[in-house]
């Protein structure tokens, strides 16, 4: 096999199941990022993927990685020592604002908001994060968000662990009783939708992550394109309100 010389080939070096299927992966890359920024895992003779970087440290750039088909379930086997091949990081960034920011995470979504939560936590603002899961042990994170000092708090629809219902009607909850200057999320679609819809209710400033499918991950091929922009360049990180305009012109969602 022959390496694309535009890849780094990376060695792992930890690997931690942190639910149900789904896995932190650290590997040995320095990545310069912003959190919100992904990079692309090609899986040779399977496929090429977006994955979000969700941890880091001095010497390594981590992944967290939820196992829905044969590319993650490729990279969910990778066991430490091993080499993986990783370019990136793409996209934009999460803007960080907010005295206090509540985060919201539906499932892996938890990922990118991670490092968000870091970042939000070295400015000294006032953290609350939601971490919603169909399930108890598919709630992803949690005590990583914790240790960062944010307010976290849990939702599962199935009512196993925590808030019983999802991470959108547990946002609409605290919304109502807490004040929030900014609101950042990452989940399922129906999750974004209802989160832009509080924000913009209560007139509240924030971003989502958008998941579309990807192929180059630079802004070439298309794939991920929502109206006239594409979420591997323009994104993954949108803002409410622009969201809102395009779902109210059923561009998106
Ligand atoms: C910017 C970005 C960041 C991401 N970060 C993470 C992350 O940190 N951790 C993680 O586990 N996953 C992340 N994903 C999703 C991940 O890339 C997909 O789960 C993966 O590509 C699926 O590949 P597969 O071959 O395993 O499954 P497939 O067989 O390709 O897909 C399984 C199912 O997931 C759906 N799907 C696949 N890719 C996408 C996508 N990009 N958007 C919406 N639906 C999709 C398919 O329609 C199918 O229903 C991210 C996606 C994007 C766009
Ligand atoms: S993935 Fe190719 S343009 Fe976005």
């Avoid at 009607?169 to 990452?186: H, P």
């Amino acid at each position: 096999m022959t390496d694309n010389p535009g890849y780094l080939v990376s060695k792992v070096l930890s690997k931690e199941e942190v639910a149900h299927r789904c896995f932190k992966i650290g590997f040995d890359s320095i990545l310069k990022f912003q959190p919100g920024q992904f990079v692309m895992i090609w899986l040779p003779d399977i496929d090429e993927i977006p994955m979000s970087i969700s941890h880091s440290g001095p010497d390594f750039t981590g992944i967290t990685v939820k196992i829905v088909g044969e590319a993650t379930e490729a990279l969910g086997s990778v066991s430490k020592g091993d080499r993986i091949r990783v370019r990136g990081p793409y996209g934009k960034g999460f803007e960080p604002s907010g005295e206090r920011p509540l985060l919201v995470a539906g499932g892996i979504g938890a990922a990118p908001l991670l490092p968000l939560a870091k970042q939000l936590a070295g400015r000294k603002s006032k953290i609350r994060a939601i971490i919603g899961a169909r399930t108890q042990n598919e709630l992803v994170l949690t005590d990583e968000f914790s240790d960062l000092g944010a307010e976290t708090e849990i939702s599962t629809d199935d009512g196993s662990a925590g808030f019983h219902g999802t991470a959108a009607e547990l946002c609409r909850e605290t919304v109502g009783k807490l004040e929030f200057d900014s609101i950042y999320c990452c989940g399922p679609e129906p999750m974004i939708v209802t989160i832009v819809e509080i924000a913009q209710r209560n007139g509240i400033w924030g971003q989502a992550s958008v998941e579309k499918m990807m192929k180059c991950g630079i802004g070439i091929c298309g794939s991920c394109a929502i109206s006239d922009r594409l979420v591997c360049r323009d994104g993954p990180i949108f803002d409410l309100a622009h969201l809102d305009e395009l779902h109210s012109m059923n561009k998106i969602f």
